[in-house]
């Protein structure tokens, strides 16, 4: 199994995961052209894709999605109040509806050997999701895009030996900041997006001994950097019982425009 991010940030999302026998590309929030390139540093190609899945329907999330699919029509999966709010969506363009297979939050989609389960999570959407992978050996999960962590939703991701987790902001950059006050109050709320602090509380409740590598996923290009946003969850994770010592956790930043190297788990 394999995970690779393409790019991650308020600006666009995009993450493949695979294995010898299905690759499945978790949102489209960039170019088509920017994600050929991210697939072709790892010798990959849009044709290589069997499925896309969409956590919902935010641009940032599905920006290059209609072209994508006029170029490469592969199966679309998301939740039907996504598939919904996507065709509402004139920037996209015409997209083959028939390309698209709805599912209700909570449902596991089998592709091949690739098993993914879908957690409702809490985010200003029509209906957001986040995803785990297994292998029926390795497991990743993609969770980002969530203003508040549930029992649910960790007792779902336990036993990830990758995890994308999101550490969006730092609230005192965001109080701050530019950003007109509703807009900072959605982001602070509990449909908004996790903060550096909450995304390391997150982070220690998914902790294990095999973890292979942790990234930071969804950082604000406004009301965040990246070694703030390594070095707040870092503290959040001191005293832990499988690493006391967090410099010595495989924990990165996401890249935001450029793909991170693939992960062989």
């Not at 666009?12 to 991210?38: A, F, Q, Y």
């Not at 596991?108 to 985010?123: A, G, K, N, P, W």
């Not at 962590?149 to 960790?154: A, G, K, P, R, Y």
């Not at 005293?239 to 425009?257: F, K, M, Q, W």
Request: with cysteine; hydrophobic share 35%.
């Amino acid at each position: 199994m394999r995970v690779m991010n393409l790019v991650s940030g308020s600006s666009g999302n995009s993450t493949l995961v695979g294995t010898d026998r299905v690759t499945v590309l978790c949102d489209v929030g960039v170019s088509k052209k920017k994600i050929e390139e991210c697939l072709g540093s790892a010798n990959f190609t849009g044709a290589d894709i069997d499925a896309i899945l969409i956590t919902h329907e935010h641009i940032d999330h599905v920006k290059g999605l209609g072209v994508f699919l006029r170029k490469y029509p592969v199966p679309v999966y998301a939740t039907d109040r996504t598939v919904e709010a996507v065709f509402c969506m004139n920037s996209l363009g015409k997209m083959d509806r028939e390309l698209f297979r709805p599912f209700r939050p909570g449902d596991t989609i089998q592709l091949r050997d690739l098993e993914i389960r879908s957690f409702s999570v809490s985010h200003d959407a029509a209906d957001p999701v986040c995803y785990s992978f297994t292998d029926g050996e390795k497991k990743a999960c993609i969770a980002t895009d969530l203003g508040v962590v549930t029992n649910d939703l960790i007792r779902g991701l336990q036993g990830c030996d990758y995890m994308m987790i999101e550490a969006n902001h730092d609230v005192r950059m965001l109080e701050a900041g530019p950003y007109p006050y509703p807009l900072k109050q959605r982001i602070l709320s509990d449909c908004g997006h996790l903060s550096n602090e909450a995304g390391g509380a997150f982070i220690r409740e998914l902790l294990n001994e095999h973890v292979k590598e942790i990234r930071l996923g969804h950082l604000s290009k406004e009301n965040n950097y990246p070694d703030l946003a390594l070095m707040t969850v870092k503290q959040e994770l001191l005293g832990n019982p499988y690493s006391p010592d967090p410099e010595e956790l495989p924990i990165y930043v996401a890249g935001r425009d450029e793909a991170d190297p693939m992960v062989e788990l």
